[in-house]
């Protein structure tokens, strides 16, 4: 399942990177900005215009012109304009590559929910039988899967290191609520 999740997230980059490939520069990739503050009873506005660098002016930008004629100038040498340019294929490659993680992170979840627990099950059930093919007469279920665990972590089976890994912290957990709840000891 979870080969088939990275497959599919392989062939939706190739495709999404094959299409950005193809295409010329937006439009809006490229823009020329310009910030004009308050100028005597107008107030302040941000102009944008898709222009060349070059163009990238009050002259070329700012429309309509909101003074007369003769303080264009004065009004011109306010405005601060900047020539902007954006990488709009670097912009989706990363969106993509964040929705294939998000998408594997959501895969992965899945598996623990639904099939974790199941493999857990037959985990648990088969080393309960080797514990009772081992003991003849001894009935006592483990005291803890902890215990069961610690016998079958002798497998080169990463979900059972994995297990134990978990099974041990919670006690560790556990412990520290005992200690700092029921008997007031902070540990250092």
């Not at 990488?87 to 929910?113: A, E, N, R």
């Not at 041990?168 to 556990?174: G, H, N």
Request: hydrophobic share 40%; net charge positive; proline share 4%.
């Amino acid at each position: 399942m979870a080969a088939h999740g990275a497959r599919l997230c392989s062939l939706l980059l190739l495709a999404a990177l094959a299409g950005l490939g193809a295409e010329a520069k937006n439009s809006e990739d490229v823009r020329c900005k310009c910030i004009c503050p308050p100028y005597k009873d107008h107030s302040g506005h941000i102009y944008n215009k898709n222009v060349s660098q070059k163009d990238c002016d009050c002259l070329h930008v700012v429309e309509p012109m909101p003074v007369p004629g003769p303080d264009v100038e004065a009004y011109c040498l306010r405005c601060e304009c900047k020539y902007e340019e954006r990488s709009s294929v670097t912009i989706k490659v990363t969106i993509i590559i964040y929705l294939s993680i998000l998408g594997l992170l959501l895969l992965y979840m899945v598996y623990l929910t639904l099939v974790e627990p199941i493999l857990k099950r037959r985990l648990l059930g088969h080393s309960q039988l080797i514990q009772s093919d081992e003991d003849i007469g001894d009935h006592q279920p483990f005291a803890n899967a902890h215990d069961v665990l610690a016998r079958s972590r002798s497998r080169a089976n990463v979900l059972n290191k994995v297990e134990y890994a978990q099974q041990r912290w919670k006690l560790q957990v556990q412990e520290q609520r005992k200690s700092v709840f029921d008997r007031h000891v902070v540990l250092s």
